[in-house]
């Protein structure tokens, strides 16, 4: 019998997540946060089940979501962007617990670059993440949650900002004038990059490790949009003057080739 993957999250990365693990011959199954969200993903074919995770604990059909399961993928938003005082850290240490009293050992957490802070400059997977932002601060325990536990084997995927399909994080920025940070280098993956990426890791066994997701180029921020926005008939942004000494953060990879010899399937251009 072919394995069971379970993705916790069938959102905008989760879901063709999930399309693409069924043609590749693995059972899927996945968790939204909502009963009606559930019962539209099972008109459409899906095995989805109702999970939420609070600061109170862990609600719906858990114990059913985690059985039988081979390997577990987590892709929950922390929700820290909106600053609601979501103390992202104890949701996680509820559904942490739930997984350890199942037969589940092999885990890939989702995580985001913005573990390591900008004033850190160019980082790999060697690099310690010192975070000085609370939401980076707690993504940080929760992957030391998940990394140290004895009960799994865990890899942790940080990825960069996403684009793919429908996001275009220029469209965001498209006619603003004065915008900060122009000489920043960008930090930034494709959707099926994602997908190809947390699909190696499971092809090839790759837990215990943490992985940097992100392309390997880095162009100055006012550079790239500014390109982009002229290729897709947008208003180009405009940037401030900046400081020629200030320090960014630029994300870079050893460990997507040096265990996974990942090869990307898009360019940033």
């Known amino acids: 019998m072919s394995k069971m993957i379970a993705i916790a999250g069938l959102g905008w990365l989760g879901k063709p997540f999930a399309q693409s693990l069924h043609t590749l011959g693995y059972r899927v199954k996945g968790s939204v946060t909502s009963i009606e969200k559930a019962t539209i993903l099972q008109k459409n074919g899906f095995e989805a089940y109702h999970i939420e995770i609070s600061e109170a604990g862990v609600l719906g059909s858990v114990k059913a979501f985690l059985s039988e399961v081979d390997y577990l993928v987590i892709m929950i938003p922390p929700g820290l962007r909106r600053n609601t005082g979501a103390d992202y850290v104890l949701k996680m240490a509820h559904f942490l617990g739930e997984i350890e009293v199942t037969q589940i050992n092999k885990v890939i957490l989702v995580s985001s670059t913005s573990v390591y802070d900008d004033t850190q400059a160019r ?25 140290n536990s004895d009960k799994l084997k865990t890899s942790v995927v940080r990825f960069g900002g996403l684009f793919g399909g429908s996001r275009q994080p220029v469209r965001y920025l498209a006619g603003r004038k004065n915008l900060n940070d122009k000489n920043a280098p960008v930090n930034l993956i494709h959707r099926d990059d994602c997908i190809g990426v ?3 890791i499971i092809n090839q ?14 162009p100055a921020k006012s ?5 982009k926005a002229i290729a897709l008939d947008l208003i ?3 940037f401030s003057k900046e400081d020629s000494n200030e320090v ?6 050893v460990n997507l080739e040096t265990i996974l010899n990942y090869k990307f399937k898009h360019s940033l251009y």
């Open 198 to 200: 947390l699909s190696e």
């Open 123 to 147: 980082v790999t997977e060697k690099t310690h993440p010192e975070p000085t932002s609370q939401a980076g601060k707690q993504l940080l325990q929760v992957e030391q949650l998940f990394f």
């Open 205 to 218: 066994e790759a837990f215990g490790y943490y992985f940097n997701a992100v392309m390997p180029q880095h």
């Open 236 to 238: 180009p942004p405009s």
């Open 223 to 227: 550079d790239y949009y500014i390109k």
């Open 248 to 253: 960014f953060k630029q994300v870079d990879s």
